[in-house]
């Protein structure tokens, strides 16, 4: 079946403006991640949505960012005032609940504030 | 909280050359070990997995990987690398809370 997917796959805005980033995870699964990958760094946790429970957001790094998720499917990543050291690919990540945690990537967007 | 370490950064190698990549975590608790490989411009992917059991996994490919409790490691290995294998390796526990904690990646060269 489909894994999980990303759009856009590449974004390059100007510092100030807002993103959106989508993520459309594997169908069936219940467990919603972003991550971030700074270059040079390894994946940083930002959010985490499972079900209808309320998203775990510990890992957001400022109030510019927000997270929603739509019918328990689709995904929406939010950077409001985009600045230079948002920089990076974010990454989403989907799992099957019950399933010992194995999450399933998808291919990420790369994002560029200029 | 949770942290993951990978000494190795770069390692490059000769095809045919054995493998061994470092990973070690710390976390007094039950764990679930994770590496990931990530090939240049494709996305990251499970090579193997611990949740229990035997602390030796074997995962695609050929990796393995030994999950020692006493040393809080979870070292990969691979007996003979090949020119494909060249990639970004990542290690990652979970333990419980429900994300990943990955380490900063080991970038592995194989030179033919």
């Known amino acids: 079946g489909a894994g999980v997917s990303q759009s856009p796959s590449n974004k390059v805005t100007e510092k100030g403006k807002d993103v959106e980033l989508r993520c459309d995870p594997i169908s069936g699964h219940t467990a919603l991640y972003w991550y971030r990958q700074s270059l040079g760094q390894g994946l940083e946790f930002l959010i985490y949505f499972q079900g209808n429970s309320a998203p775990d957001k510990s890992g957001l790094p400022s109030d510019r960012f927000s997270a929603e998720r739509t019918g328990g499917s689709v995904s929406t990543l939010t950077i409001q005032r985009t600045q230079q050291e948002d920089s990076a690919v974010y990454l989403c990540?989907?799992?099957?609940?019950?399933?010992?945690?194995?999450?399933?990537f998808g291919p990420g967007t790369r994002l560029t504030v200029t | 909280a949770q942290s993951v370490s990978q000494h190795n950064h770069h390692v490059i190698l000769s095809e045919a050359a054995s493998l061994e990549l470092g990973c070690n975590y710390s976390y007094g608790g039950t764990v679930n070990l994770f590496w990931y490989v990530q090939y240049p411009g494709q996305h990251l992917q499970l090579l193997l997995k611990?949740?229990?059991?035997?602390?030796l996994v074997k995962g695609i490919k050929g990796f393995e990987a030994e999950f020692i409790k006493s040393k809080f490691s979870f070292n990969l290995r691979k007996p003979s690398v090949q020119w494909s294998d060249t990639a970004e390796y990542f290690c990652a526990v979970n333990t419980g809370r429900r994300a990943l904690t990955f380490g900063s990646g080991t970038r592995l060269q194989v030179q033919p």
């Open positions: 990540a989907s799992s099957l609940q019950g399933q010992g945690y194995e999450q399933y």
């Open positions: 611990y949740f229990s059991g035997d602390p």
